[in-house]
T-cell receptor
Framework: EPEVTQTPSHQVTQMGQEVILRCVPI?????FYWYRQILGQKVEFLVS????????KSEIFDDQFSVERPDGSNFTLKIRSTKLEDSAMYFC????????????FGPGTRLTVL | AQSVSQHNHHVILSEAASLELGCNYS??????LFWYVQYPGQHLQLLLK??????LVKGIKGFEAEFIKSKFSFNLRKPSVQWSDTAEYFC?????????????FGKGTKLSVKP
């Protein structure tokens, strides 16, 4: 069964550094999402992406964040200058049909900002 | 703003006990409803979903959930839990109007099943 994959599984970085989290969505999916979960808190929506542009973003997704689909397979989340409070598990998800379909989640990348 | 409430933070049951996990949402419009499960060390997996039709939906591993529109609820049930059901369970909704499908999650309920 196809799966969403994410790399790396764990990323440790210094405050102020840029990080890029990578995701490979399921190949025939058209809708892509990033979520994050700070330890002990809810899974929170960050951004959705469709047709090569952001379709929706949350308040969390400020100018420090960006997403890109650089080729036909990868979907990346970049944090330009990490802060301590960016430490969280970041989940990528993909779906075939937007609101009318299920989202399939990757295993997550644990980001630790020191 | 939409929100999802899961009333139980941690539930501890013995094997063969019945399970019901509560989920309520706040949104006046039409929603899709989901339960995801996260087994220890694994990623979020879809357990079941409700889009329309029969409000009693059946999912994998013997789980079911009932959508009660008047109560804004989507409680998860299983008549007899197993040790392998130990996991964290997340209720989620997405609004059909004004949304591209982003999910709003509850805080999750950790289920521990004692053998």
């Amino acid at each position: 069964e196809p799966e969403v994959t994410q790399t790396p599984s764990h990323q440790v970085t210094q405050m102020g550094q840029e990080v890029i989290l990578r995701c490979v969505p399921i190949s025939n999916h058209l809708y892509f999402y990033w979520y994050r979960q700070i330890l002990g808190q809810k899974v929170e929506f960050l951004v959705s992406f469709y047709n090569n542009e952001i379709s929706e973003k949350s308040e969390i997704f400020d100018d420090q964040f960006s997403v890109e689909r650089p080729d036909g397979s990868n979907f990346t989340l970049k944090i330009r200058s990490t802060k301590l409070e960016d430490s969280a598990m970041y989940f990528c998800a993909s779906g075939a049909g937007g609101t009318r379909d299920t989202q399939y989640f990757g295993p997550g990348t644990r980001l630790t900002v020191l | 703003a939409q929100s999802v409430s899961q009333h139980n933070h941690h539930v501890i049951l013995s094997e063969a006990a019945s399970l019901e996990l509560g989920c309520n949402y706040s949104y006046g419009g039409t929603v899709n409803l989901f339960w995801y499960v996260q087994y220890p060390g694994q990623h979020l997996q879809l357990l079941l979903k409700y889009f329309s039709g029969d409000p009693l939906v059946k999912g994998i591993k013997g789980f079911e959930a009932e959508f009660i529109k008047s109560k804004f609820s989507f409680n998860l049930r299983k008549p007899s839990v197993q040790w392998s059901d130990t996991a964290e369970y997340f209720c989620a909704v997405n609004a059909l109007q004004g949304s591209q499908g982003n999910l709003i999650f509850g805080k999750g309920t950790k289920l521990s099943v004692k053998p």
